[in-house]
């Protein structure tokens, strides 16, 4: 049994005594963020904080959805679908628009369930790669190591291919299926790579950085937990590639420890992500041109803020050679040594 599937057996229990919280009438059958939930007032709750992210962001129509596959992603989809599924005259004006980048060749994959992502494929396999090798002038079997080791360029590949795709469907709006969960361990794995000027991009309930494009991140209020209880309810099955994780770069060990701090202080991921979305950088009227790496508005004076945290005494000629880059921001400088 996968962790997310132990959260789920231990947040569902059926008590005889307790009511819940939300209608006072029906048995509790939920244990989530100390609440004592049943089924219907929990799903409610679901969509009710889905709902108030994509009303406070405007999104209306002319709509595209990033759809990874896992759990996160199938239960926005699921969401996403939820007014069109009760009102058999809205599923007419049903505009959505998914995306799937084929990113498997990272994981090992073994293309079991092949022809489901041939069918839903915007991106395959083959066009991610070479994508990605070009964003980063790198050889064959270069491509794979890079961002395995660098998942915040890796996940920058995703969302420019997400955004290049979104402009040619002319949509409006982008949904990314962040949890919240996510965004606390990308919040503080991003300020330890340097990364701490994009924060609000990377981190917030919207990005509003692409002309005519808004990304919006309605999952962004919901926890790990939540998400997987909810999929669990609805009968919804994450791909089988996004069950383990074994990588050990600073993003999934920043992912496990979040998770484990979860566990036993259920606040954590609130608090983290209450605490970023407070972060203010000016990156969002920033006109200082783009990082060549990750694509995002460099702070200025990167190279300068590089050689301030690096002891030259370990090799002056390394140190003079890593600061050359002028059009690398400073986390990627980082990134590189
Ligand atoms: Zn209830
Ligand atoms: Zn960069």
């Given at each position: 049994m996968c962790s997310i599937e132990e959260d789920v057996a231990k947040k569902l229990h059926v008590s005889e005594d307790k009511k819940c919280c939300k209608c006072k009438t029906s048995r509790s059958t939920i244990l989530i963020r100390h609440n004592e939930l049943c089924k219907e007032c929990f799903v409610y709750q679901m969509y009710s904080k889905y709902k108030t992210i994509v009303t406070k962001c405007n999104v209306t129509k002319n709509v595209l959805i990033a759809f990874s596959g896992g759990f996160c992603s199938r239960a926005m989809v699921h969401l996403s679908m939820k007014p069109y599924r009760e009102d058999p005259a809205r599923r007419k004006m049903l505009d959505f628009t998914m995306c799937f980048v084929d990113d498997r060749f990272i994981n090992d994959f073994?293309?079991?369930s092949e022809d489901m992502y041939k069918e839903l494929a915007t991106m395959s396999k083959a066009q991610f790669c070479d994508y990605a090798k070009s964003c980063f002038n790198l050889k064959d079997d270069e491509i794979k190591a890079f961002l395995i080791n660098n998942p915040y360029l890796y996940q920058s590949v995703i969302r420019r291919i997400i955004v290049e795709k979104a402009k040619e469907a002319s949509c409006s709006f982008a949904l990314f299926g962040d949890s919240a969960t996510k965004t606390a361990a990308n919040i503080l794995a991003n300020v330890s790579d340097g990364r701490g000027f994009s924060l609000p991009l990377d981190t917030g309930i919207s990005d509003p950085s692409e002309q005519n494009l808004m990304i919006v991140r309605p999952m962004s209020d919901h926890i790990e937990k939540e998400i997987s209880l909810y999929c669990h309810f609805e009968g919804l099955k994450p791909s089988e590639y996004f069950v383990k994780d074994s990588s050990t770069n600073t993003h999934s060990l920043t992912m496990n420890f979040i998770r484990g701090l979860d566990k036993d202080f259920p606040s954590t991921v609130s608090t983290v992500v209450r605490t970023g979305l407070?972060?203010?950088?000016g990156i969002i009227n920033s006109t200082n041109p783009c990082c060549k790496f990750c694509g995002r508005k460099r702070q200025g004076n990167d190279s300068e803020w590089s050689k301030a945290i690096t002891i030259a005494s370990i090799s002056k000629e390394a140190v003079e050679n890593s600061h050359t880059d002028g059009d690398v921001c400073f986390g990627c400088i980082r990134m590189k040594k």
């Open positions: 073994d293309d079991a407070k972060v203010t950088t």
